[in-house]
């Protein structure tokens, strides 16, 4: 595709629930990033992937939060029984490979936890 | 902490001056990269600059990077309306081992008044 995208834009759910959160980078990008940007904290750092590995997974806040990548493409965000601590636009990024990239960024995912 | 802090944190300018924005972190980096983000939604990527380089230009945008004070500004001369946005730096510090992503500043607010 064009850039990278993610979906949903918008997620509202309910304290305890799981979510989904997708990622589409750009074709032929072999490194994929997920950052959560909360009022609070920021832009943070939480996971990167190398094709389907992800070398480090000590950025994600806690157990409850888990990704995966297949296919070297597509990759999912997964927030266990959401907490309101975790409202905060989610945002994907890629890169055509690791070291010292540009860091395309798609336009986030908007989640609230009531 | 941080490891890229902005200065200022908020900048309000007339339409047509330049708007200058600093940035400084604390280790050694691989580059430094510069972020728009109107909204709260949607980085941009504007420049990376690379640990050796000094001076990069890019329109009406110009980037310094001065690695012995660990400090970078980002120039915009001739500044209009549709610059108001949020600009951040970060700081790629990748040591071919883990995965740090990018480290991002809190941001500097850009306001342009007609």
Redesign the interface.
């Known amino acids: 595709g064009a850039g990278v995208s993610q979906s949903p834009s918008n997620k509202v759910t309910e304290k305890g629930k799981d979510v989904e959160l997708r990622c589409d980078p750009i074709s032929g990008h072999t490194a994929l990033?997920w950052?959560r940007?909360s009022l609070g904290q920021?832009?943070?750092?939480?996971?990167?992937f190398?094709g389907n590995s992800?070398?480090?997974k000590?950025?994600l806040p806690s157990d409850r939060f888990s990704a995966e990548r297949t296919g070297g493409s597509v990759s999912t965000l997964t927030i266990q029984r959401t907490q309101q601590e975790d409202s905060a636009?989610y945002?994907c990024?890629s890169s055509l490979a690791?070291?010292?990239d540009?860091?395309?960024?798609?336009?986030?995912t908007?989640l609230t936890v009531l | 902490s941080?490891q890229g802090e902005e200065d200022p944190q908020a900048l309000s300018i007339q339409e047509g001056e330049n708007a200058t924005m600093n940035c400084s972190y604390k280790t050694s980096i691989?580059?430094l990269?510069w972020?728009r983000q109107n909204s709260?939604?949607?980085?941009?990527?504007l420049i990376?600059i690379?640990s050796n380089e000094r001076e990069k230009h890019s329109g009406r945008l110009r980037v310094t990077l001065d690695t012995s004070k660990k400090s970078s500004s980002l120039l915009i001369t001739a500044s209009r309306a549709a610059d108001t946005a949020s600009y951040?730096c970060?700081t790629?510090v990748?040591s071919?081992?883990?995965?740090?992503?990018?480290?991002?500043?809190?941001?500097t607010h850009l306001i342009i008044q007609p």
Request: no cysteine.
């Open positions: 990033y950052y940007q920021g832009l943070e750092f939480l996971i990167y190398q992800a070398p480090d000590s950025g636009v945002l990024a690791r070291n010292t540009t860091q395309y960024f798609g336009p986030g908007r | 941080q691989n580059n990269q972020y709260g939604r949607g980085l941009v990527h990376l690379r951040f970060a790629d990748w071919g081992g883990g995965a740090d992503g990018l480290t991002f500043g809190k941001g």
